[in-house]
């Protein structure tokens, strides 16, 4: 088995900055892309930044030059720094992760989902 967990959210004036952490842990033998992805309420989840094992990053295009995703590969872990946040990036954020356990086919977890809340 293999679960994701994300830490991080929490309430933030605007133009206020968090760090969200998701840490992958369980069965697992290769870890691949990793992402992070966001639902406001009343909105479809939308892709805020997904990075592959070699670095390669790719953000929303609204999101460029304020977010920032990074990983640690040794420790299963994804980051995602969120600067100059502003009310409108108020939602659940998700951690997504694709992994292999070593036999079977490679497979898409979720996280549990962490709130972050931008308001004065």
């Known amino acids: 088995q293999v679960q994701l967990v994300e830490s991080g959210g929490g309430l933030v004036q605007p133009g206020g900055s968090l760090r969200l952490s998701c840490a992958a842990s369980?069965?697992?033998?290769?870890?691949?892309?990793m992402g992070w992805y966001r639902q406001a309420r009343g909105k479809q989840r939308e892709l805020v930044a997904i990075?592959?094992?070699?670095?390669?990053?790719n953000y929303a295009d609204s999101l460029k030059g304020r977010f920032t995703i990074s990983r640690d590969n040794a420790k299963n872990t994804v980051y995602l720094q969120m600067n100059s946040l502003q009310p409108e990036d108020t939602a659940v954020y998700y951690c997504?992760?694709?992994?292999?356990?070593?036999?079977?086919?490679?497979?898409?977890?979720w996280g549990q989902g962490t709130q972050v809340t931008v308001s004065s």
């Open positions: 369980g069965s697992i033998f290769r870890t691949g892309g």
């Open positions: 990075i592959i094992g070699g670095g390669v990053t």
């Open positions: 997504n992760a694709n992994i292999w356990d070593g036999s079977g086919p490679w497979r898409s977890y």
